[in-house]
């Protein structure tokens, strides 16, 4: 019993053209992708389509990690959630634990909280391509390993967002910006005591992204209270209140379970109020 299975004509170069990810040599030939509003109105008019380009890589280079970013991603997330209200918060690989009661604040429900813990570089990039390629992952916040990724890491990365149809950031450290990546939007970030300061170094679509800095204002509320080294006279610290939120969910429950890594299971730890 024979099969007879038919191959499909190959793509024409009208069809390979229209491809948002090939470029023609003018900006105005780039297909216009989806965005999300950033919550910045002085970072969406500097961006192509006004806001967060979807199913993209976006590349953030800052000092060290921890940098403002929630700062930047808190408005995006709220929106996000409010468009999927079953979907997911993705940290991938995070600096520190997230801090709940700032979360609460942001309006990013704690249910829909998920973090990933990796230690190993190829666990890290598969994590990565499989959270994109989730349905449920609405924002995936990830934060290089040590490990240096190769450029054809960061392709593959690329790739799995193709797939998805959420935000996601990768987050590396400023001595990368200076190396070739595939991501779209790649942009640099620094928090001073008056803004967050962004200066967008590629954007696909734009030949020559503008030179100034994009600064963003401050939340009111990052004004009103002692910095972080002074807390710890008040009767309960952030730290142990956030210690106090998550310490039920600590004891190693598996919510979610990757297959990845030659078939060990990745465990993954939702965090919850």
């Not at 965005?35 to 109105?41: K, L």
């Not at 987050?171 to 790649?186: D, I």
């Not at 009111?220 to 610290?237: F, G, I, N």
Request: hydrophobic content about 35%; overall charge positive.
């Amino acid at each position: 019993m024979s099969t007879d299975r038919t191959t499909p004509p190959p793509a024409t170069l009208e069809q390979l053209l229209q491809r948002g990810d090939v470029w023609r040599g003018h900006s105005q030939y780039f297909i216009s992708q989806d965005a999300i509003d950033t919550g910045y109105p002085q970072l969406n008019s500097a961006l192509l389509n006004n806001g967060w380009p979807l199913s993209s890589l976006i590349e953030v280079c800052q000092p060290s990690a921890g940098h403002g970013d929630w700062l930047l991603t808190a408005p995006c997330a709220q929106y996000l959630l409010q468009r999927q209200p079953h979907g997911y918060i993705v940290l991938l690989n995070p600096p520190a634990l997230p801090f709940s009661q700032g979360m609460l604040f942001s309006g990013i429900p704690l249910e829909q909280l998920v973090v990933v813990q990796i230690t190993a570089k190829n666990d890290f990039i598969a994590s990565f391509v499989e959270l994109a390629r989730a349905s449920s992952c609405a924002l995936l916040m990830a934060w290089q390993p040590k490990q240096a990724l190769t450029y054809t890491e960061l392709r593959k990365c690329q790739l799995a967002t193709a797939d998805g149809s959420g935000v996601y950031l990768l987050f590396r450290h400023n001595r990368q910006r200076q190396e070739s990546s595939p991501a779209s939007l790649r942009l640099t970030m620094s928090l001073n005591s008056q803004h967050l300061q962004v200066h967008i170094l590629k954007q696909r679509g734009q030949l020559r992204p503008g030179s100034s800095a994009i600064d963003l204002p401050l939340p009111d509320y990052t004004q009103a209270y002692k910095p972080h080294r002074q807390l710890e006279d008040t009767p309960v610290s952030p730290n142990v209140a956030n210690d106090q939120v998550f310490a039920p969910y600590q004891p190693r429950r598996n919510v979610l379970a990757l297959r990845i890594n030659r078939g060990r299971p990745l465990k993954v730890k939702r965090s919850a109020g």
